[in-house]
């Protein structure tokens, strides 16, 4: 028997089901033109998600900024979401579109404090960004300008402060009513984790009838000074209804991880549809947009253990209310290096990203030998019945746990059913952060085996 067939055996891969993978495979050169094929088939999508597999890794960033621009340039998308927060994402779109003070467009970044930075604060979304404001600057005045807005609903205090800044330029007294129904947070101090613990269990009534009526009245406003008014009203009421989501949230998190996990979901895509929505309003044309989170919110939960354990998230949500119009891709690694930390509120550092675990989605990509590569699913042919065999598959956020690697970063998954296409990048490399604070190299870690090197 050949030795490498007994290799595949034992790690559960047939070699036709290899083939077949390879055979569909279109290789990555690094040219903008490999995704002409994935550009094509995007051509009829409202809602592009593209995903990533870590938080930190230069390669998913940098395919999804070329993607990007392509969609923007030459298929007619108006608007990038992102897994950010609201206000913070603003000072970025202001910039892209020229309304902003900001004139160097690092500062337009300045937003974006809270960990972990290095997610948006690096190198390869300052160049997507640039090339935005460019982009925006040769359009005519008759045309659509892309924005860039967040998804995310973590910023409960600064949505809060914009809501009430915006009254305040216009309605001294409905900031006040405002400012005093969100002084009910007042008592919690900065940390919406404070509130969330203490409204959970008994020690504080919520501050939940408040947000809900700040949110109802300033739907109510009526507007009719012009388009810059539009915005700016449909901008304090998306603060305002993630003050809303924000404050059940936080009450939600000590309830478990389904309840709040599905709420944040929602929101994000309740937004992205608000978005579109409010878009579609306002240039006269159904609007198109571009979704940048990670691959555990945009592939279809469904297909996936997160949907057995009663989890949903964005990618299932647009599916189920846009169908056809929604069209997410996933993104792979075998090895690398990554920007992680190793625990809540840590430095971002550059880690080691260890060869995917046998059995594997990105074990098996790994043995089609190719460096890189794009799969849309419609192309597998018969290799999809093998592909659909639920595996393994790898997550890392913001903190990367490699002791724990089985437990903590993989999950089952039917990956076909779960995303319309895969880019995979067999070794990847670490995003280049903006701060000095990130990127630093970690330390070698001590071998598991310590003492006895066994």
């Known amino acids: 028997m050949n030795p490498f067939d007994e290799e595949e055996r034992d790690l559960g891969f047939r070699p036709e089901l290899i083939e077949g993978v390879r055979t569909a495979a279109i290789p990555l050169t690094g040219e903008s033109s490999d995704f002409d094929a994935l550009i094509e088939r995007l051509s009829d999508a409202r809602f592009v998600l593209l995903g990533e597999a870590t938080h930190g890794t230069h390669e998913f960033y940098q395919a999804r900024a070329t993607l990007t621009r392509r969609l923007l340039a030459e298929q007619g998308f108006t608007a990038v979401a992102v897994e950010a927060d609201w206000p913070d994402a603003l000072r970025l779109d202001r910039y892209v579109r020229g309304e902003s003070v900001d004139r160097e467009p690092r500062h337009a970044f300045d937003e974006f404090q809270r960990f972990p930075r290095w997610m948006w604060r690096n190198a390869e979304v300052l160049e997507l960004v640039e090339w935005m404001r460019t982009h925006n600057e040769a359009q005519g005045p008759d045309e659509v300008k ?223 030998g190719l460096p890189g590569f794009l799969l849309r699913m419609e192309d597998l042919g018969e290799a999809g019945a093998g592909l659909r065999e639920r595996r393994l598959e790898r997550a890392i956020g913001v903190i990367y746990a490699p002791a724990t690697e089985r437990w ?42 310590w003492p006895y090197g066994i």
Not at 423 to 428: K, N, V, W
Request: net charge negative.
């Open 146 to 368: 892309a924005g860039f807005y967040g998804l995310d609903l973590y910023s409960l205090h600064a949505s809060m402060r914009e809501v009430v800044r915006y009254l305040e330029l216009r309605d001294p007294e409905a900031a006040r009513r405002a400012r005093e129904r969100y002084a009910c947070f007042d008592r919690f101090g900065r940390d919406p984790q404070a509130y969330g613990h203490a409204t959970s269990y008994g020690f504080a009534l919520p501050c939940e009838d408040e947000v809900v009526r700040q949110l109802m009245e300033l739907r109510e406003r009526q507007v009719h000074d012009g388009r810059k008014e539009e915005d700016a009203r449909f901008y304090a009421e998306q603060n305002a209804r993630l003050a809303r989501d924000a404050e059940a949230y936080y009450r939600t998190m000590y309830a478990g991880r389904n309840e709040s996990w599905n709420l944040r979901d929602t929101h994000m895509a309740d937004t992205a549809d608000a978005l579109a929505e409010y878009l579609s309003q306002r240039h006269g044309r159904p609007a198109r947009l571009i979704l940048w989170a990670h691959n555990s919110h945009l592939g279809d939960a469904r297909f996936t253990q997160m949907g057995d354990q009663g989890e949903l998230n964005v990618g299932q949500l647009m599916r189920e209310r846009h169908g056809r119009e929604t069209f997410n891709v996933g993104f792979t690694t075998y090895e690398g290096t990554v920007i992680a930390a190793r625990e809540w509120d840590s430095p971002g550092l550059k880690r080691r990203v260890r060869p995917a675990l046998p059995g594997s989605y990105e074990a098996l990509f790994h043995e089609v």
């Open 408 to 449: 903590s970063h993989y999950f089952h998954a039917d990956l076909p059913a779960q995303f319309d296409a895969v880019l995979h990048y067999d070794t990847t490399s670490a995003l280049r952060p903006m701060d000095v604070d990130a990127g630093h190299e970690e330390r070698e870690e001590v071998a598991e085996t």
